[in-house]
Structure formats: structure tokens, C-alpha cells
């Protein structure tokens, strides 16, 4: 029988050594400063700043929002709403794992003077990193494999566009031609929970006789930018190509975070850069301009998406965006954690349960690369106990669509 959530699981924190988020938490978060450290030539009292955080990461606890790191008093507010009040004074591994994650962040951008004001407001410190990704040969090399879907009928097409957004979350923009369910039986396959049919009964094409809200939006919840967003930017290019979607509402951060997540201006790099590409990459990157200016497509920065706390204690005017849509498709690890909550749920507790409280129908495209899970069968989660891969849950080798009505 599957579990059902009447009692939520417990909350995953970072405070067990040897722990995927103990490790986040202890080696990674240090890993970043020192990166955004040389990545820059920071003047003494930004790199002071980040010397400061690295000793908070070793073995500080979290402090309250300085005023100086808020010039306007508004993110301190939120903070103070989202848990800073309750969390201040405790140490980062005892607090829950995506609240410390996320606030990392949040004093990551503190110590480079995001904030301002100073020379050095507004610099992304994670841009070079992204440039370099969506700039690399491979890119070219993806975006020039797009010239043959065109031969595939219209139905593998839009799954090999579902999937290049899918895998494109582990970073690899690999179209996926051929079945990626295949395999050996008994062995745990890349996919762990397939629901594109419910996704795609959504989001009928235009012609095919379908009962349908027209025009249907879609909300597509972001994750990274570069070699994640451009295959997010194709499928929705395709979808409003095929009369899938009329409107689009493209949810991105309002500010750099957890190194990769798109920005708006990360939205604009990759239309440029599809502009650019020459041959059918080029024409969705048209029709992408094209829709954002005409305002099919709308790029939204909403704080909420920055917030450390799951989307069931989403504002209400988020609230009300989702509802609004026809779907909202959440992409990444991260807001799969958030979408569910970041607990230790039993695999098999049903997706649609965990998702009952979101405002309609939503769908979820992530890569494995944490902790938490929902929704699998008992034949599945069997199979991944059973692989032999110690790691099936956090290292990006699985991945997964899930959808509710
Ligand atoms: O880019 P994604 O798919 O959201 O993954 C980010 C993931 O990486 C981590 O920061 C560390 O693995 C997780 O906390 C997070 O869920």
C-alpha cells in the first residue's frame, strides 16, 4: 500500500556527518566562496567579507541580516517572515538544510556587495561560470543536433524536446531520440517516474480535436540558466510553435543563487545566444523574442522564488499566477524540494499528495541530485535499492516527470 502523508516526514537537516547535506554544507559552501574568491579581483574588504563567511561555514551559527546588507530594510523584513527570527543564533546544521542553503546565498551576495550600493552591486558573481557554459563548443554542438527533429514525427519530437529540458537539469543538453526506459530488465532504469502522458493531455496541439482552455498558459518554474534554460527555452518555443500553450509566464530568481539559477538576465543571454546560433536554433530564438516582446512569454522574478522555504507557504499573489495557469512545470532538484517539501518522505508516498495544497495542475522535471523523493512504485524504489548505486538519489543519474490533475 503507499504511504500517505497524513504525518508529514521529518525535515532534512544537514547535522549528520557523512551526509549528502552535511557535505553540502561542510565542503561544497566553502568550495563556493573560494571560487567566487579567485573568480574576481575584490577589493580587501570584500575578500575580508567572504573570510568571514567561510569561518561562519567551518563553524559559525547564522546571524541576523546586517543593515548594511539590506540598504532598503525590505529583504530583512522577508527574512524576519521567513524564519530568520526563529533560525538566528543556531548553527547552520541544525537548522533545516534548505533554509541554511538558501540564506548561504542570500550572505554569498552580501559579502560580493550585490547589494550595494558600490562598484559591485548588481555583479553576478556566479556570470563567468555561466558565460563560459553557454559560450562552450558542446553548446554549439546541441544546438546544431536540433536541425534533424525536424524529420521526427510531431509526437517524438515534442518528447525529445520534454527530454532535452529534462536531462538538460543535469546539466547535459543531450536530446534524448531513443527510449531512455529501455534496459536490461531488472535494473534500475534512468527514469524513475514517467508521467508525460498526464502532462501532455494538458497541453494538447493545436488540430488534434482535444477539449482545451484556450489559449492555455503555461508556468514554467525555472531552474539554471545556461545549458539547463536553453532546452527549457526550446520546448517552450515548440509548445507555442505546436498551439500547445498560447501564453507563457517563465518564473526566474530575482538574484543570483545557488550558483546556476537563471535570472532575468541569464533569460536574455540564452535568447541571444539561440538568435545567434544559426540554422533551428536560430529560429526558436526568434520566435522567443518575437513572444517576449509581443508578451506571449513574460518573464517573472517574483522575491518568493528566492525564499528557503517550501512553496507550501507560498504569498498569495504566487498563489494566484499558478492558479491561473493551465500547468505550472517546476524543473530542478531545488524546487523539487521545495514543491514537496524537503523531507524523508517514504519513495513511494503519492506525488499528487504531497502536491494537493499547489493552486492546479502542476508537473514536476527534475534530476535526482538530493535526498528527497516521492512517488515512485515499490517495483521502482525496489530496483534502486536493489541497483547496486549507493548514491541513486543524489547523483543525477535518475530522473523523473511527474504531473497532477
Ligand atoms: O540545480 P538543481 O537541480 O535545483 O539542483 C540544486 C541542488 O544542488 C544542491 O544545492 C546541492 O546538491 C541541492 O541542494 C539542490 O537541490
New binding site residues.
Given amino acids: 500500500m503507499p504511504d500517505t502523508p497524513s504525518v508529514p516526514a521529518p525535515v532534512i537537516l544537514g547535522n549528520e556527518p557523512g551526509s549528502?547535506?552535511h557535505g553540502?554544507l561542510a565542503e561544497?559552501h566553502p568550495a563556493i566562496v573560494r571560487q567566487v574568491r579567485d573568480a574576481f579581483p575584490l577589493d580587501p574588504g570584500r575578500r575580508e567579507a567572504l573570510d568571514a563567511l567561510l569561518a561562519s561555514c567551518a563553524d559559525g551559527v547564522v546571524e541576523p541580516l546586517p543593515a548594511a546588507a539590506d540598504p532598503t530594510g525590505r529583504d530583512r523584513d522577508r527574512w524576519s517572515h521567513w524564519g530568520m527570527d526563529e533560525y538566528a543564533g543556531r548553527s547552520w546544521y541544525d537548522v533545516p538544510?534548505?533554509w541554511a542553503?538558501s540564506h548561504f546565498y542570500r550572505r554569498l551576495l552580501d559579502a560580493v556587495g550585490y547589494f550595494g550600493p558600490g562598484p559591485w552591486q548588481g555583479v553576478d558573481p556566479f556570470r563567468p561560470a555561466k558565460l563560459a557554459e553557454l559560450d562552450a563548443p558542446e553548446t554549439d554542438e546541441e544546438l546544431a543536433a536540433l536541425d534533424g527533429l525536424g524529420e521526427l514525427p510531431a509526437d517524438e519530437r515534442a518528447r525529445a524536446l520534454l527530454h532535452g529540458s529534462l536531462w538538460g537539469?543535469r546539466a547535459d543538453l543531450g536530446f534524448r531520440l531513443s527510449d531512455r526506459g529501455a534496459g536490461p530488465r531488472g535494473e534500475a532504469e534512468p527514469l524513475v517516474a514517467d508521467d508525460s502522458d498526464t502532462l501532455w493531455s494538458l497541453l494538447p496541439a493545436r488540430g488534434t480535436g482535444a477539449v482545451r482552455q484556450d489559449p492555455a498558459t503555461l508556468c514554467l518554474v525555472a531552474?539554471?540558466a545556461g545549458r539547463?534554460l536553453v532546452p527549457d527555452l526550446l520546448l517552450v518555443s515548440h509548445l507555442l510553435a505546436e498551439g500547445r500553450v498560447g501564453r507563457v509566464v517563465l518564473h526566474v530568481k530575482p538574484y543570483p543563487y545557488?550558483?546556476?539559477?537563471a535570472t532575468p538576465t541569464d533569460v536574455l543571454d540564452a535568447v541571444r545566444r539561440l538568435v545567434a546560433a544559426g540554422g533551428t536554433a536560430a529560429g526558436h530564438g526568434e520566435r522567443l523574442w518575437t513572444a517576449l516582446t509581443d508578451g506571449r512569454v513574460v518573464v517573472r522574478a517574483h522575491p518568493f522564488s528566492c525564499a528557503p522555504l517550501p512553496y507550501a507557504d507560498m504569498p498569495g499573489d504566487l498563489r494566484e499566477d499558478f492558479a491561473a495557469a493551465t500547468v505550472t512545470v517546476l524543473?530542478?532538484?531545488?524546487?523539487?524540494?521545495r514543491l514537496v517539501g524537503d523531507r524523508w518522505w517514504p519513495p513511494t508516498t503519492p506525488f499528487a499528495d504531497v502536491t494537493a495544497y499547489f493552486p492546479g495542475p502542476v508537473a514536476a522535471l527534475?534530476?535526482l541530485?538530493?535526498d528527497v523523493v516521492t512517488g515512485l512504485d515499490a517495483k521502482t524504489e525496489a530496483a534502486l535499492e536493489a541497483s547496486g548505486e549507493p548514491h541513486w538519489r543524489?547523483s543525477g543519474t535518475h530522473a523523473l516527470i511527474q504531473a497532477r490533475v
Avoid: I, M, Q
Fill in positions: 549528502f547535506p553540502v561544497r538544510w534548505l542553503e537539469n531552474d539554471n539547463e545557488y550558483v546556476s539559477d524543473k530542478g532538484d531545488l524546487n523539487y524540494r527534475r534530476t541530485k538530493s543524489t
